[in-house]
């Protein structure tokens, strides 16, 4: 969703960001937009049941940050967690120059404190639609989160119409404290933090209350914050844009507004040759843009869902209303609640993976070849009796010291210096049976060439159990092309290449890995900085599905001092 | 509890930390004691209740630290805790010429971030019992804690005899996490932390899980971590000393054995007068050593209990079994357990806190008079909806920079440079009404001559609420005199000087002040750094309950970069 062509965008956003705002009368009059958080936690009743989550001014999810493309997003964070840090990540943001900025602790700044008040400054140089999260161990699942809707500039027009748009946050909720979910990752034998209570639907959520209440606090079917509610109101014959995101911490969903069709428009802030679909399988880190018309039966309300797949569900579907002007916006609908598609048909999801592909007059053309291709395999390990994942057997464990910090200062005891490996034993290695392998923990980087294109081949396998799951990958810094989703193992020695798309491959910045098949994508290296890849399930990236880039880090520059003073940073200045 | 005159000890502790153990033959040639803690959450049943806990080692409380007198200890801390900080303070050890050591998030030291390790390196110069706990928010409720035990040196003739010794932690417990505790003081309005669920007796209790679980977990009675069971066995004829500490997070408690006489011979590490009670009052932050002669009839067990006092109980005593040598040490005693005391009688409590005095062969001479003194009044006050607690008018809030690194350094804008009270409003106020004054929320310091002589003398006074509360006080960096227990409102223009006992006063570092009454200590501020001075009940000095002096920070030692990295101290090396 690039309007301007990609490199006087980037000239723009790097000149807005170091003379200020304003500054520049046609090329970057870019507002910059001022936001006071205060992180802390306090009681909510999100599914009617009480828990404490981690909110942004007494929220969760927090504000939707609404901006127009070039513009200066500042959020000045107040850490009130009182003995826990955060950190807060701007999903889809490239951070092109301020790397810094990026928000995840341990790669590109130390947390903050509690007492410490950091400021993030960034600019969203591209219209679409966006998130942000708490990136620090464990800490979104507790509900620090939200969206950002990037505009287009006046006078830009977009490949399609609507009367009038809404967002829609879907996530998954437990009852359980994070603290409660890591221990249980971290112990042996490993405790799985299960199946959520609830999936939530911007924020609200319905857990019954009659149930054996399992875990800390009370239910309150009262509460103002839970329950059955108009998600929005159409008038009959329009025509509105839905901006949907996920930030679910374990599942992967299908959303689908019952009796409507949704015409997919864009993803991930690109522009999608559109497509039509009932329900929209999304994945944690993903946003869409659907069309949707009011051209039902006015007369009636209708359901707005959410449903599990790629797991064997054992939660109630999100569920909200979608209601027609004129009717009580609250009436419930006369039909039993959508259930979504199968939970394992994982061939309509592929076929829907495979249908996101560029709009015609908006294609970012890939480069023909890459410089460098990284097959990544996953694989469970039982490492000293910890099950982690690994990436070509590397667990990835977050450093003490950002790895921004020690790369750009050389910092070289701060990480791991022996590269990871660029591939798997792809011959010797059964992607239908457990690893057999042993893998390490560590903290290790692929260096890239700063300037080069590096394809991924993400490579699925099954689990120690034998299961097989959704793993939806994001990169840091990037948008990237997805050249195609394949079945079983990736043969680079065969014709697989010839079946990757570089004619019209959309850009993303998240994508999945479907069970037993591969996903292969190209980014161009030329962000400087320190990125993390990793799939977007939280418990799998806490327990190592990650890997980390960097490109360019000398390019980098001078680092504030506000993201250091932890780990080997302490001293820096 | 001073074998040697202070001034040597001093200069050896001070040779003995530059030059490393073992190198000054006959002054200083204490043992080096290296310990290895890994800090985590782990789930325990401390009472059968399963809850998370943060653990040393896996363990709740940690294990006894064991030394002798003039020795070293070193402690290295590996924070494992995902995504909250922690900090350990040594609890009765004054950190003679290393302040940095104190281990107080704020006041000494930048708390320790996850994956970061912190070494704690301090020299135990006086033989006693101790304590250690977290010191960080109120992670201490949370489990962190445990004994120091610091023997006499070989040949030093202690003025009683026993044949066995034994440490008894006392606790209370919990089944809300400390986030669920703190949200609820930090609310408006305010939700306080309410009656523990158990008492503990070295980290045993036991829950009646047939009543309604109302917290997060599950209920396990056959753990092996909780439940009856014998504390130790005796031997009839023999004697014990039992080293006895609190840290309860909010109850005052009385401890019994069942039939048996208690003999108080030490308390915070200095010889008392011997006295003989049948219950030890003993308030959060105190050790006494008490002498147990096994006299009773050997053929049965008996109750050893904990009891709420000076707030009305509705949790169930600790209870633990003394065994006799020759019977089941499970056996349950066939009376019932001891009840204690009436919980409202303050005067019971008063008399055995006045009865402690320095044993006449190891009186430490208190100074005749003061250079300053502070007269310390708290309140509750309304600030702005939240209930603070606040002394002289202002609550305190720990700055994001360590008052240590600041004060150091000269970071005046990390802390209030405005100085706080010295006295409150002696005429105008009356003790016996809630506080009708407004107060503020601030990072002031006490700025005390070096080497001067200070006599606080601590007010208490009701409640907003009009109910009235034991406060127990903690000095860090110094043991103080306890100069006298008054009733009502200290009157400095009447004889109230008069009553104060500087003949034979006993010297400890943490001491009650009753209700309705005022509390006077007497200390040297010889210990150069910043030490906070508090109430050690966790939730009221999380409402602020507490003040900061500095001594002679410019005579501190270069300080450690371990230290730094957080607020204002991101830069300093």
């Given at each position: 969703?690039?309007?301007?062509?990609?490199?006087?965008?980037?000239?723009?956003?790097?000149?807005?960001?170091?003379?200020?705002?304003?500054?520049?009368?046609?090329?970057?009059?870019?507002?910059?937009?001022?936001?006071?958080?205060?992180?802390?936690?306090?009681?909510?009743?999100?599914?009617?049941?009480?828990?404490?989550?981690?909110?942004?001014?007494?929220?969760?999810?927090?504000?939707?940050?609404?901006?127009?493309?070039?513009?200066?997003?500042?959020?000045?964070?107040?850490?009130?967690?009182?003995?826990?840090?955060?950190?807060?990540?701007?999903?889809?943001?490239?951070?092109?120059?301020?790397?810094?900025?990026?928000?995840?602790?341990?790669?590109?700044?130390?947390?903050?404190?509690?007492?410490?008040?950091?400021?993030?400054?960034f600019v969203v140089d591209r219209a679409g639609t966006y998130l942000y999260h708490a990136h620090y161990g464990m800490q979104r699942v507790a509900g620090l989160n939200g969206m950002i809707v990037v505009s287009v500039p006046d006078g830009f027009v977009e490949p399609f119409t609507y009367d009038k748009q809404h967002t829609v946050l879907l996530e998954d909720w437990w009852h359980k404290s994070v603290y409660d979910q890591a221990t249980g990752l971290s112990a042996k034998p490993l405790v799985f933090v299960g199946e959520p209570q609830s999936l939530l639907i911007n924020g609200r959520g319905i857990f019954n209350c009659s149930k054996p209440v399992p875990a800390t606090g009370t239910c309150n079917t009262s509460s103002p914050d839970c329950?059955?509610?108009?998600?929005?109101?159409?008038?009959?014959?329009?025509?509105?844009?839905?901006?949907?995101?996920?930030?679910?911490?374990?599942?992967?969903?299908?959303?689908?507004?019952?009796?409507?069709?949704?015409?997919?428009?864009?993803?991930?802030?690109?522009?999608?040759?559109?497509?039509?679909?009932?329900?929209?399988?999304?994945?944690?880190?993903?946003?869409?843009?659907?069309?949707?018309?009011?051209?039902?039966?006015?007369?009636?309300?209708?359901?707005?869902?959410?449903?599990?797949?790629?797991?064997?569900?054992?939660?109630?579907?999100?569920?909200?209303?979608?209601?027609?002007?004129?009717?009580?916006?609250?009436?419930?609908?006369?039909?039993?609640?959508?259930?979504?598609?199968?939970?394992?048909?994982?061939?309509?999801?592929?076929?829907?993976?495979?249908?996101?592909?560029?709009?015609?007059?908006?294609?970012?053309?890939?480069?023909?070849?890459?410089?460098?291709?990284?097959?990544?395999?996953?694989?469970?390990?039982?490492?000293?009796?910890?099950?982690?994942?690994?990436?070509?057997?590397?667990?990835?464990?977050?450093?003490?010291?950002?790895?921004?910090?020690?790369?750009?200062?050389?910092?070289?005891?701060?990480?791991?210096?022996?590269?990871?490996?660029?591939?798997?034993?792809?011959?010797?290695?059964?992607?239908?049976?457990?690893?057999?392998?042993?893998?390490?923990?560590?903290?290790?980087?692929?260096?890239?060439?700063?300037?080069?294109?590096?394809?991924?081949?993400?490579?699925?396998?099954?689990?120690?159990?034998?299961?097989?799951?959704?793993?939806?990958?994001?990169?840091?810094?990037?948008?990237?092309?997805?050249?195609?989703?394949?079945?079983?193992?990736?043969?680079?020695?065969?014709?697989?290449?010839?079946?990757?798309?570089?004619?019209?491959?959309?850009?993303?910045?998240?994508?999945?890995?479907?069970?037993?098949?591969?996903?292969?994508?190209?980014?161009?290296?030329?962000?400087?900085?320190?990125?993390?890849?990793?799939?977007?399930?939280?418990?799998?990236?806490?327990?190592?599905?990650?890997?980390?880039?960097?490109?360019?880090?000398?390019?980098?520059?001078?680092?504030?001092?506000?993201?250091?003073?932890?780990?080997?940073?302490?001293?820096?200045?």
């Amino acid at each position: 969703m690039l309007p301007a062509p990609r490199p006087l965008i980037v000239a723009a956003a790097v000149i807005c960001f170091c003379l200020g705002s304003a500054l520049l009368p046609s090329l970057a009059e870019g507002k910059v937009h001022h936001h006071t958080w205060n992180i802390s936690y306090v009681h909510k009743s999100r599914d009617c049941f009480e828990k404490l989550a981690v909110t942004v001014n007494g929220e969760a999810p927090g504000p939707t940050i609404r901006a127009t493309q070039g513009d200066t997003i500042v959020v000045t964070v107040h850490n009130k967690l009182e003995t826990e840090n955060t950190a807060i990540h701007w999903h889809g943001i490239r951070q092109i120059d301020t790397p810094w900025a990026d928000g995840v602790a341990g790669v590109t700044q130390c947390p903050i404190h509690p007492g410490e008040t950091f400021t993030y400054r960034f600019v969203v140089d591209r219209a679409g639609t966006y998130l942000y999260h708490a990136h620090y161990g464990m800490q979104r699942v507790a509900g620090l989160n939200g969206m950002i809707v990037v505009s287009v500039p006046d006078g830009f027009v977009e490949p399609f119409t609507y009367d009038k748009q809404h967002t829609v946050l879907l996530e998954d909720w437990w009852h359980k404290s994070v603290y409660d979910q890591a221990t249980g990752l971290s112990a042996k034998p490993l405790v799985f933090v299960g199946e959520p209570q609830s999936l939530l639907i911007n924020g609200r959520g319905i857990f019954n209350c009659s149930k054996p209440v399992p875990a800390t606090g009370t239910c309150n079917t009262s509460s103002p914050d839970c329950g059955l509610r108009s998600l929005f109101t159409v008038v009959p014959g329009k025509t509105y844009l839905l901006r949907i995101g996920s930030l679910t911490s374990l599942s992967s969903l299908s959303f689908e507004i019952e009796g409507h069709s949704l015409t997919v428009v864009e993803a991930d802030g690109h522009y999608v040759r559109p497509f039509v679909v009932r329900n929209l399988f999304i994945y944690s880190g993903e946003t869409y843009s659907v069309l949707v018309k009011a051209d039902q039966d006015p007369r009636r309300n209708y359901w707005a869902t959410s449903h599990i797949v790629g797991r064997n569900p054992t939660t109630p579907s999100g569920k909200a209303i979608v209601s027609y002007a004129g009717n009580d916006p609250q009436m419930t609908p006369p039909t039993a609640p959508t259930t979504g598609p199968p939970w394992n048909n994982t061939a309509i999801r592929v076929e829907q993976s495979r249908a996101i592909v560029a709009h015609p007059g908006y294609v970012v053309p890939a480069p023909a070849r890459a410089d460098r291709t990284l097959i990544l395999l996953n694989t469970q390990n039982n490492i000293d009796g910890h099950i982690k994942w690994t990436i070509n057997g590397v667990s990835l464990h977050f450093p003490a010291t950002p790895y921004l910090v020690s790369m750009k200062h050389g910092l070289t005891a701060a990480y791991d210096q022996r590269p990871p490996l660029d591939s798997y034993d792809l011959m010797g290695y059964n992607i239908s049976a457990p690893a057999p392998t042993n893998g390490t923990i560590g903290s290790p980087v692929y260096r890239l060439a700063f300037d080069s294109v590096v394809d991924v081949v993400l490579q699925n396998s099954n689990m120690l159990d034998n299961r097989r799951e959704t793993h939806p990958w994001h990169l840091h810094g990037h948008d990237f092309w997805v050249l195609g989703h394949g079945d079983g193992k990736f043969n680079p020695a065969a014709d697989a290449w010839r079946l990757l798309n570089v004619k019209d491959a959309i850009m993303k910045n998240t994508v999945p890995l479907h069970p037993d098949g591969w996903t292969a994508i190209r980014f161009h290296a030329n962000n400087p900085g320190v990125w993390l890849f990793h799939c977007h399930v939280e418990a799998h990236v806490f327990m190592g599905m990650g890997v980390v880039f960097e490109e360019g880090v000398d390019r980098v520059r001078r680092l504030p001092s506000s993201i250091m003073g932890c780990g080997h940073s302490k001293g820096l200045h």
